[in-house]
């Protein structure tokens, strides 16, 4: 069935550079808001509380996968790129979406997942029936070695091999990620026409661009050379955790591979006929930030890539965040990056970096301050905590699989608290698909409304500020340095400059005044200003915004 026939035509009016230091808001449907009390979110839910989302200034949302899937990776499983799964509702439940995030003025992302498929997929269906078929090459189908083992060496994300043996091809089909999610083969002209025919489906329905999951994943060696061994000392696990032996390889061959690129020119094209945009996830432990400048570069390519570098374990230092804004200024100066702290497939934050209060709201002003677009993962602005779910509660394949060294991503994934009163948080009147945490209630979105002093109100303001100064949303990035535990840079815009410091430590610290004359902003945030000895006293976890004065 040609599903993408008869699809409204383009809209040519849009502003098309509105990504550029946009703030996105990334919901996870499944724990969003339960609209019909089967205890999982879904479109309808999604619809319902927008004005939430909205009334947080951000300029879009990402919305994670809701397509029909057998929900073995939970939704990054798909088994039609074209269709809604029933437990979110029907296309008509998303048509009524995409008109609400419009009335109130949000763009809408969603997340397409084009490297790999569900088994279930009607594609894969028929491919692994035999090698003669319609769709016979469009998976990674290769011979096993003489003694029968897998073609190469390399290693899925989720554990073991990334080979997995059938029967009737008498054949291994390659996954990067779970058995059940074989990977497309991207060198297969027909391949790459079908998932620039699902892109047409979406644009044509009206969304406003996409997150592209694992964009680096798309295309491998058509060689199959095997990865070198990664020494101890390089590993630095990223995409994978510390426990996972996928972590010591070097991924030279199973992704990231030149012609990847071709493709990406394909899709902007797409996207180019509807005024979109995409922001790409790229993971890779070694080379991040050095890929993420390649498929960013010029007006052909992606728009902006999601990075990984404040997704880390542990709480980045002025050090460390110099040293990334240096690294990307070298690799990726023509790039745009979209950062984020947390998201559905690391712990929380505020519990990864073991944030107070004063940490949160410090690390909220900075991520608002720094060049590039933004993502705030839902219930981020509540300060919510990781969740603790019980081995016996648990969904993740991912934790299951490595417990209890890695617990898995349900800790992030719990649903969202909107009310204190009953103990699923307003989430849902049925059984919710994760329980509901208790240490989360007493955050939920109507008790903080009532709260002057909540960080809630905190995110607002952030967001506002940043885009009350053009120069935080689309300037340079400049004099980038730290004094101890102080980080400061200068944001420029032509009419506009301003100069950041945040003083990240519990104790207080002092710098000098940068040159020139300077007046202070940004007091709605805690910002500081300069002292009566003409230099900047910083507060524990304080901020320094200050303007500059012609």
């Not at 979110?88 to 009524?96: C, E, V, Y």
């Not at 995030?101 to 269906?125: E, M, T």
């Not at 052909?300 to 542990?314: C, I, K, R, T, V």
């Not at 839902?378 to 300060?383: I, N, R, T």
């Amino acid at each position: 069935m040609n599903k993408t026939a008869d699809l409204p035509t383009p809209d040519t009016q849009q502003d098309t550079d509105w990504w550029r230091g946009a703030v996105i808001y990334q919901i996870y449907p499944r724990s969003f808001q339960d609209s019909n009390g089967d205890g999982i979110g879904d479109l309808l839910g999604i619809a319902q509380r927008l004005p939430h989302v909205a009334s947080l200034g951000v300029d879009a949302v990402w919305i994670s996968p809701f397509f029909k899937s057998p929900m073995k990776d939970f939704g990054y499983d798909v088994s039609d790129y074209c269709d809604v799964d029933p437990m979110f509702g029907t296309l008509a439940d998303f048509d009524i979406l995409i008109g609400a995030a419009h009335r109130l003025g949000l763009k809408v992302l969603i997340d397409l997942v084009l490297s790999h498929s569900s088994q279930d997929h009607h594609w894969f269906r028929e491919s692994r029936k035999d090698k003669d078929n319609d769709y016979a090459n469009w998976y990674v189908w290769a011979d096993a070695k003489p003694d029968g083992t897998p073609p190469n060496n390399w290693l899925s994300i989720f554990g073991g091999s990334a080979w997995q043996w059938e029967p009737s091809r008498c054949q291994y089909y390659m996954h990067n990620f779970l058995t059940e999610q074989p990977d497309l083969n991207f060198h297969e002209p027909k391949v790459q026409e079908a998932l620039l025919n699902t892109a047409h489906f979406w644009l044509g329905r009206g969304v406003d661009g996409f997150r592209l999951d694992t964009i680096n994943f798309y295309v491998h060696d058509a060689q199959l050379r095997d990865n070198p061994a990664l020494p101890v000392e390089e590993r630095n696990p990223i995409t994978a955790p510390a426990v996972n032996p996928y972590t010591w390889q070097n991924h030279l061959y199973d992704k990231t591979q030149p012609e990847n690129l071709d493709f990406l020119r394909k899709f902007r094209a797409v996207l180019n006929e509807y005024h979109a945009a995409a922001v790409g996830e790229v993971g890779d432990d070694q080379r991040g930030l050095e890929i993420l400048g390649q498929y960013t570069a010029g007006d052909d390519l992606m728009h902006m890539s999601y990075a990984f570098e404040l997704l880390s374990d542990h709480m980045p230092t002025p050090d460390y965040i110099t040293g990334v804004m240096t690294k990307i200024a070298e690799v990726a100066a023509d790039g745009w990056v979209c950062w984020a702290f947390s998201n559905h497939d690391v712990p929380r934050h505020i519990s990864r970096w073991n944030l107070t209060d004063a940490g949160a709201r410090c690390f909220t002003t900075l991520m608002m301050c720094l060049r590039g677009s933004v993502c705030l993962y839902q219930g981020e602005e509540l300060a919510l905590p990781e969740s603790e779910v019980a081995f016996e509660d648990l969904q993740d394949p991912y934790g299951k699989r490595f417990w209890p060294a890695f617990k898995g991503r349900d800790g992030c994934r719990t649903p969202m608290v909107w009310e204190p009163s009953n103990q699923n948080g307003g989430f849902s009147q049925g059984f919710p698909w994760l329980p509901v945490s208790h240490d989360h209630l007493n955050r939920a979105v109507s008790t903080q409304e009532q709260d002057p002093a909540a960080i809630l109100h905190h995110y607002r303001r952030a967001v506002s500020f940043r885009h009350a100064h053009h120069a935080l949303a689309k300037g340079s990035i400049d004099d980038l340095g730290t004094d101890g535990s102080i980080l400061h840079f200068v944001r420029t815009q032509p009419d506009e400059s301003i100069f950041c410091a945040f003083n990240l430590r519990h104790e207080p610290a002092v710098m000098e005044m940068p040159a020139g004359k300077w007046r202070q902003i940004g007091a709605e945030l805690g910002s500081t200003g300069v002292a009566p000895d003409g230099r900047i006293h910083l507060g524990p976890w304080q901020p320094a915004l200050l303007v500059r004065v012609t």
